[in-house]
């Protein structure tokens, strides 16, 4: 999902840094000895910063069965479950209502025998009385299921332990007939209807013309190693967490309605026109944008075939993904381009994927008709810079206004006003979510900073070099300072749905990650990180990573022990407060007193100006905040003349307060 950032918001002010309990600070002597001023090293086990990370129960257990490792490597017996689904759809739009059937074949990967399973039916954040914690439009409807059944046999709604099916809000549960052994198979049989909600709701809906169809089916909840089944509710706030899968899809629209789908079209020639299919070969081999359905093409036997009965029913099959979603519209224009990826199947040779966007004619006001471009352009910088699209085509669609910017695989639904800045920003962000969690299949819910946090740094490096320049990492910084400075932080290791406001929670699953991995960067150096963080991904991708897999991965990576750096920056809320407090002639050397005012260690990067121009850097490792020191110093030679000492000019490290980091004042 997308952010909008507050523009032009101040930091608050410098005051609010005196409150800052600075632990064994000079300026706070009491309770314990204060280090004498100047001192370096340690000053006692007091003030010694605690870096080991929090035990995480369930990933021990893992651990030690073989699923995971301490290398960030999938363990030896790492199973994952798997599904695979048919599912048919119709759309009405004149009722709005979408009537669904489906048959999933879920395979049981897992060494446990499972008596009863757990499906997602999201649609029921809709139900009257459901609870969320993000606006929902009053009065639609949860998902209306006509039939559940299980290993061929039909299951009513049963409590307890007989077989049968129970729905709690967007959970149900199904007591199985015969429990699913290890290595076996069940399949499960579906059929319901659903009212397709208004503008209004988060991440899909239908405005009367455009219908994106999101959360349209019931879907297997995720069964993992670590945890079990993941049950959480669907409250609005937090995202997904979804399994993976393939999927063959049948969706009927009236004749005329274009579709767009999660997968690759399957029944072209039943369902597209042949000018319509002409237009789309060219734009296969075309690096420019072509206007594969104009304003006047739109209509049953111009963009589409007739049909039979005024319908047609478009068929998709997708691989090795963990949701389908899908959007339609007889309003739709549908530009058509495609996008270098690489080498994604790994048979030498450049592969290239299509680039789709499907929006209004009014939304040329909005600049949709760079649309194309900008997802090409964000396709081809996402697989150069963390590795190649594996997936056949990714499409922009124009949805409803209450999208904002919301991804699906191989889709992202975009509603409301943009600039070309505006624009540009999330479609960069929806695409990079292809990555992480569409590749990289965390769990949203607990961890945003996984899936969100990543995303927005990739957005920002995307836009860097679209925009040639442009410092969307300064935005990130200044939207985590800002909540920082205001002593309202809360940390980012939480579930999505338990943060008291919107912007901790924004602040947490975006900005602060996003930050927080600009620092990882410079403290690492561009080249180590880019190297952990991909790695990352690629160990992850089509997996199921926790936060210590991700962790465990830089580490070993970076062959560096980074205790410390989680545990600050993820599981507390410290703010890094570093100082020159001191510049003094001590014989023929300057002595730079630095201070670390803040609770969170970083190593100190210092930059040492002289009159002939020449810049020094040096470094003073985090071991001396970690062994409990407050104050260090280092000693530079007085000449040539130091005209300026500076603490991290490059702004790695997201500082509360500037202005003492800079000598002379
Ligand atoms: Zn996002």
């Not at 954040?125 to 209306?144: K, L, M, Y």
């Not at 005329?256 to 072209?268: E, F, H, I, P, S």
């Not at 909005?366 to 964000?378: G, I, K, M």
């Amino acid at each position: 999902m997308h952010q909008v950032v507050a523009a032009g918001r101040r930091p608050l002010s410098a005051l609010l840094l005196a409150t800052v309990t600075a632990c064994g600070s000079s300026h706070t002597p009491a309770p314990a000895p204060a280090p004498a001023p100047h001192a370096t090293g340690t000053t006692g086990t007091a003030h010694r910063h605690t870096s080991q990370l929090p035990v995480f129960e369930a990933f021990e257990r893992a651990v030690a069965q073989g699923t995971r490792t301490r290398t960030g490597m999938p363990g030896p017996k790492y199973w994952q479950q798997w599904a695979d689904y048919r599912l048919e759809a119709e759309l009405n739009p004149v009722s709005k209502r979408l009537t669904g059937k489906g048959k999933i074949t879920y395979y049981n990967r897992s060494p446990d025998t499972l008596p009863v399973v757990y499906v997602q039916v999201l649609q029921n954040i809709f139900a009257p009385g459901a609870r969320h914690n993000t606006n929902v439009p009053w009065s639609v409807e949860g998902i209306d299921l006509a039939r559940v059944a299980a290993q061929g046999q039909d299951l009513a709604r049963l409590e307890g332990d007989v077989p049968g099916y129970q729905v709690n809000g967007t959970v149900m549960r199904i007591r199985l007939p015969k429990p699913i052994v290890p290595g076996g198979s069940a399949d499960f049989e579906f059929a319901w209807k659903l009212r397709v909600p208004p503008d209004g709701a988060p991440r899909g809906g239908q405005d009367g013309e455009v219908y994106y169809l999101s959360y349209w089916y019931p879907q297997m909840a995720v069964y993992d190693d670590i945890n079990g089944w993941q049950t959480d509710q669907y409250f609005g706030t937090a995202e997904f967490y979804m399994g993976y899968g393939n999927y063959d899809v049948s969706l009927t629209v009236p004749a005329g309605w274009l579709v767009d789908a999660t997968g690759t079209l399957q029944n072209r020639d039943e369902v597209l026109s042949p000018q319509t299919r002409s237009r789309l070969d060219s734009a296969s081999h075309a690096s420019g944008v072509v206007h594969v359905v104009t304003e006047s093409d739109r209509a049953a036997g111009k963009s589409t075939t007739t049909g039979k009965d005024g319908k047609l029913t478009w068929h998709y099959k997708a691989q090795m993904v963990r949701d389908v979603s899908w959007a339609t519209s007889a309003k739709y224009l549908w530009d058509a381009t495609t996008a270098a990826v690489g080498d994604a199947n790994g048979d030498g040779r450049p592969d290239t994927t299509a680039i789709y966007s499907f929006y209004r004619p009014e939304q040329r006001i909005n600049h949709w008709d760079e649309s194309a471009r900008y997802s090409q352009y964000s396709i081809q910088f996402f697989s150069r810079y963390l590795w190649p699209y594996p997936y056949p085509h990714m499409t922009a669609v124009d949805g409803i206004t209450s999208c904002g910017g919301m991804e699906f695989p191989m889709m992202t639904c975009i509603g409301g006003q943009w600039d070309t800045l505006g624009l540009y920003e999330v479609i960069t962000h929806e695409i990079g979510h292809m990555w992480f969690p569409m590749q990289v299949g965390s769990d949203e819910k607990r961890y945003a900073w996984m899936d969100e946090g990543f995303t927005q740094f990739d957005q920002s490096q995307s836009m860097d070099e679209f925009f040639k320049g442009f410092d969307d990492e300064e935005r990130n910084r200044r939207n985590y300072l800002d909540l920082a400075e205001s002593g309202n932080e809360v940390e980012m290791m939480r579930h999505g749905d338990r943060y008291p406001n919107y912007p901790s929670y924004g602040v947490a699953a975006y900005y602060k990650p996003a930050t927080i991995l600009v620092a990882l960067r410079g403290l690492l150096g561009r080249e180590t990180f880019h190297k952990a963080f991909t790695e990352y991904g690629r160990r992850w991708q089509y997996k199921h990573p926790s936060p210590y897999d991700f962790f465990d991965t830089i580490e070993n990576v970076s062959g560096q022990d980074l205790s410390w750096f989680w545990r600050t920056w993820f599981f507390e809320t410290s703010r890094l407060d570093q100082a020159i407090d001191t510049v003094a002639v001590v014989g023929d050397s300057l002595e730079v007193v630095v201070e670390n005012r803040g609770k969170a260690p970083m190593p100190v990067h210092l930059v040492v100006t002289r009159s002939d121009g020449r810049a020094d850097s040096l470094n003073i490792p985090v071991d001396v905040w970690l062994e409990g020191a407050r104050k260090t110093s280092i000693r530079v030679a007085r000449e040539p003349t130091v005209k300026r000492v500076e603490i991290d000019p490059a702004k790695d490290f997201p500082d509360v307060d500037r202005s003492n980091q800079v000598w002379p004042r």
